[in-house]
């Protein structure tokens, strides 16, 4: 099968059977832009951390490429080299490439084949990460990020040193970690107006199931730049206005949202919204008591 011939669609299918071509081909159109795909290295790094855990050799250069050149990742050129080594490629001389780059070198990952490196030495410490996670968690929402955002670095980074010698015992909780560590980087660029750092966070696999409180921020991101997508907002709140992985607090906030969409569509639309600002103001939300207020008093 001829991989570069096919569509994105086709190759997204043919990852969810677990085929090893189809994830490097994607991978790598999604890391420069190939095929006419816009570049995402969030799903570039979902598609090679798959790749890492099947041991193939050019997704350790495709994490490698993301190290090297700071896309995704903070720049760390010591850790690009280690997975440059795990693939038994050598170290590209050239430093400054952009993701524009056709160097075969750089390029190599798309070509998959298999590789499978010796594990690390290293004893892997998961209470490391458990409290550098809640570490990150417990500073969100001071005035400087710095230190979260450093925390949820340094759990990449260790889990970079990694690829195959980690017990299976822990892969589930591992899954967790990296969705905490993608959610806690979304909310720090939902702070900083960092709106392109939101969406990329948001998008990876997996953070919306357990955060479903990103379709409010991504409804927010879209009202503060007048999207016109006020129908699409409304759905996907009203999809996830009950679920259980949202506080009482997050559920009014979503409720109240929901109100203001249906009124932002047309302002005689009130009794449809009224249902909506009664079940924020049920779960405690004063924006929506002070709008319902107003409105039916």
Known sequence: MEYSNLSNEELENLVLEGDEDAIIELAGRYTYGTEGTEINYTRAYQLLHKGEKRGLK?????????????WFFAKNEE????YYMKAGVDYPKDNNQSNTSSDSTS????NN???N???DSMAFDIEYLRNLIASAMNNMGNSDNS?????????FDYLSKFDNGIDVKYEDEIDDIVLDANWILACIANEENDYEELCNRLQFEGVIGKYPFGMYLLAEYHDSCNLDSRDEDINNLMMISENDNLSDYQKGMVFNKIGLLILSQNRDNQEIAKPFFQRAIMYGDES???TYDNLFA
């Open 58 to 70: 050019n997704a350790y250069i495709g994490i490698g490429e993301l190290y090297r050149n700071g």
């Open 79 to 82: 850790l690009a080299s280690k």
């Open 107 to 110: 390029s190599d990952y798309m």
């Open 113 to 115: 084949e298999n590789y």
């Open 117 to 119: 490196s010796n594990n």
């Open 147 to 155: 230190l979260s955002k450093k925390n949820i670095y340094k759990v």
């Open 288 to 290: 929506a008591k002070q």
